[in-house]
């Protein structure tokens, strides 16, 4: 390692961890170990250890891992989970919501009809935090990330905090576009007043409507792939469903019944199953429709 180990464990000793084992700390249970596991309280910590290595590592960022495939070989580099600080939520103003980026998407659209702010109904439907939703421009039922982001707080690999408002950001489906240098720290958000009941209502019927048809309680890790829209108009599960025989698995890693979209680890999957299903299903799209797939879900290797 080009930092030397044991100046990090004397330094950081209390929040960081060797050979650090993520299987559990993703929604497949799938992976291997870290070299270095780092878990930042806060930003002066953040600043501190960014520093101290600076960028000469391969650095992960890892949220609820709701998204995130990892290898079953050992990462050589650094994860980092932002926790405590990173957590906070409050009002900014009367339609303005500041959550850090460790905030998961359910607790702020909760957050959000606790004070009576619509816009915000969607994320009760995403499996993940604010940081990973700005990063990919998550989103459901017609309505993304970008809908209601007024400005984002990151941080460079090196350590330099800086603010980007919305309007700097060239925002896609499913990306943001933003440098892959950046950690996200905390974001503001802007809703609009409405009545409680009404939002309540909405989030209810939402989750009703994903739970009949995306699989849940168990081990997998929301869409795999992004729909391509610039190749096509059908939806990505409707090109798997006519390219792919749907039974296909490789060892515990097969597609869910209930959502073609979505892979499943029926128990011990490894990696390379999952891969492998992967990009067996990726070819197999390709050959028969002409569509290049692009996955959704980040893989670390």
């Not at 990919?136 to 970008?146: V, Y």
């Not at 950690?183 to 909405?202: T, V, Y």
Request: contains cysteine; hydrophobic residues 40%.
């Amino acid at each position: 390692m080009k930092v030397e180990l044991n100046e990090l464990m004397d330094e950081f000793r209390d929040n960081l961890k060797l050979d650090y084992d993520l299987k559990k700390k993703n929604w497949f249970n799938i992976g291997g170990k870290t070299k270095v596991f780092y878990k930042a309280d806060n930003l002066k910590d953040l600043i501190k250890f960014l520093k101290k290595i600076k960028n000469q590592e391969k650095i992960f960022i890892l949220g609820a891992g709701s998204n995130t495939l990892i290898s079953d070989s050992k990462f050589d580099g650094v994860v980092i989970r932002l926790t405590h600080n990173f957590n906070n939520i409050s009002m900014h103003s009367e339609e303005i919501i500041v959550a850090g980026s460790a905030v998961s998407d359910k607790s702020l659209s909760e957050f959000a009809m606790e004070n009576s702010l619509g816009g915000f109904e969607f994320l009760s439907c995403i499996p993940g935090t604010v940081g990973g939703g700005i990063k990919m421009n998550a989103g459901c039922f017609q309505r993304e990330f970008k809908d209601i982001l007024i400005s984002i707080q990151a941080i460079s690999k090196l350590g330099q905090v800086i603010t980007i408002p919305l309007k700097e950001i060239n925002f896609k489906y499913r990306d943001s576009g933003l440098s892959e240098d950046l950690i996200f720290l905390s974001a503001s958000f802007k809703g609009f007043k409405k009545d409680k009941n009404i939002i309540k209502n909405e989030m209810r019927l939402l989750k009703e409507k994903k739970e009949l048809t995306q699989p849940t309680k168990i081990k997998t890790s929301g869409s795999t792939f992004k729909n391509p829209i610039d190749q096509t108009k059908k939806k990505v599960w409707q090109l798997i469903k006519e390219s792919v025989p749907l039974e296909k698995s490789f060892g515990d890693a097969s597609i869910s019944e209930k959502h073609c979209n979505f892979f499943v680890n029926k128990g011990n999957a490894k990696f390379k199953d999952m891969k492998n299903l992967i990009e067996f299903v990726s070819k197999s799209v390709l050959e028969k429709t002409g569509v290049k797939l692009e996955t959704e879900i980040k893989i670390l290797e």
